[in-house]
């Protein structure tokens, strides 16, 4: 069964660095999502993305972020200057259509900032 | 957005049933979603209801929802030492899914 997978499953990084987390959506989606989930917290809304630009986003999702499809399977979330309070899992998802239609998960990826 | 609200942990013993529940912001939203989570896993879709729908049965899940009250329920019958998990509620916004905080479920032999 395809199923959305993100690499790497854990990244440590230092304050200030530049992370790039990334995903492969289920391979006839069309649309992509970043989500986020802060220790102990609900999962928030990031990003979504469709034919190549950013469809939403919500207020965490600031000037420090950025996505990009760099290629036809890839779907990249990239902070630029971290911070201590970007630890987080981070979820990919895709979905076949638009945001009426079932969003799959990737298995995250868990992010500490030092 | 405005909060999803579960509680937050149920213990329950191993054949019994589990009723975790739910109560959503947005009258209009037109998907509620329920999601696994295993510990060091992605979120699982586990099943999903339509808003014109009162009831959905998938083999051991049973999702009831309550719209005048938005209230949402997930029962697992039967419950198995292997659905311990969290569980997520999550509601349709226009263009993503606003999650609950989980329920952390605990299932004893």
């Known amino acids: 069964e395809p199923e959305v997978t993100q690499t790497p499953s854990h990244q440590v990084t230092q304050m200030g660095q530049e992370v790039i987390l990334r995903c492969v959506p289920i391979s006839n989606h069309l649309y992509f999502y970043w989500y986020r989930q802060i220790l102990g917290q609900k999962v928030e809304f990031l990003v979504s993305?469709?034919?190549?630009?950013?469809?939403?986003k919500s207020e965490i999702f600031d000037d420090q972020f950025s996505v990009e499809r760099p290629d036809g399977s890839n779907f990249t979330l990239k902070i630029r200057s971290t911070k201590l309070e970007d630890s987080a899992m981070y979820f990919c998802?895709?979905?076949?259509?638009?945001?009426?239609?079932?969003?799959?998960f990737g298995p995250g990826t868990r992010l500490t900032v030092l | 957005g405005e909060d999803v609200e579960q509680s937050l942990f149920l213990s329950v013993r191993e054949g019994d049933s589990s009723v975790i529940n739910c109560t959503y912001t947005?009258?209009?939203?037109?998907?509620l979603y329920w999601y696994k989570q295993e510990p060091g896993a992605g979120l699982q879709l586990l099943t999903y209801?339509?808003?014109?729908?009162d009831m959905k049965q998938d083999q051991r899940l049973t999702v009831l929802l309550n719209k005048k009250d938005k209230h949402l329920s997930l029962r697992i019958a039967d419950t198995q030492t292997g659905d311990s998990a969290i569980y997520f509620c999550?509601?349709?916004?226009?263009?993503?899914?606003?999650f609950g905080k989980g329920t952390s479920l605990l299932v004893t032999p």
């Open positions: 947005d009258s209009s939203s037109t998907y």
């Open positions: 209801i339509f808003s014109n729908m």
């Open positions: 993305f469709y034919n190549n630009e950013i469809s939403e």
């Open positions: 998802a895709s979905s076949v259509s638009g945001t009426k239609d079932t969003q799959y």
């Open positions: 999550a509601e349709r916004t226009p263009y993503a899914l606003n």
